[in-house]
């Protein structure tokens, strides 16, 4: 029976997988519809659209779901996306912001209301929260696409404003409205970037050391992310590495 037990377990964790898999692989769908919608379907005129994409196959979304979500674009009576922001603050008044893609904004605004509600946090107004971060464009390179060195000397001459290298990969931070132009001048340097993307970069992070207040901001934010219509989650905190194994296990 013990060993029965363990099998289920296990096929319940992989179920768990596949369906935050099958998740996140729609999301990145919906990005790369609405990226090829709002400009040319074609990647090499299209910023928004190659970023997408780079994601998707960062993701190993599969090739065949990437030519559907392009070709959906161009498919008649198909659903029209929004791009919407909401600021707001959860447990420990952490700050967090929420990038959704809606076809309709009144029932985005309730469930992302509802989830912040549940969970001891507030909506607030547009600026009440984003002014705590910076917008930037994130471009990130697996660790052996050049060397720390080289990565900043080519960050530098492609007019990059700072350059981090870990044993986890290389990212290099540029002005938003610079990200593509960056991003072009890097792939041509050192090869093609593993993301690219505009972010929200806390100025500064807010210590979380409380076990409940973690506890439950973490449960919010995996609430947020896990909304059909929320593609990208932001928050200024910052947990103990032993907090967040506790959290974890």
Known sequence: MAGHSQFKNIMYRKGAQD????KLFAKLAKEITVAAKMGLPDPEYNPRLRSAIQDARAENMPK?????????????????????????????????????????????????????TKHGGSLGETGSVSFMFNRLGAIEFPPEAASADDMLEAAIEAGAEDCQSTETGHEVTCAAEALHEVAKALEAKVGAPRS?????????????????????????????????????VYANFEMSDSLMEKMSA
């Not at 369906?19 to 099958?22: A, E, I, V």
């Not at 990437?66 to 791009?83: P, V």
């Not at 970069?201 to 409940?212: E, F, H, T, Y």
């Open 19 to 22: 369906k935050k898999r099958s």
């Open 196 to 232: 690219a993307k505009i972010v929200w970069k806390p100025q500064n992070s807010i210590p979380l050391d409380d076990d409940d207040k973690a506890e439950t901001l973490l449960k919010m934010l995996e609430a947020l992310d896990d909304n059909d219509d929320v593609q990208q």
């Open 64 to 116: 065949d779901n990437i030519d559907r979500a392009i070709k959906k674009s161009t498919d008649a009576g198909g659903e029209n996306y929004e791009d919407m922001r909401y600021e707001g603050f959860g447990p420990g008044g952490i700050g967090v912001i929420v990038e959704t893609l809606t076809d309709n904004r009144n029932r985005t605004a309730g469930e992302v209301r509802s989830i912040f």
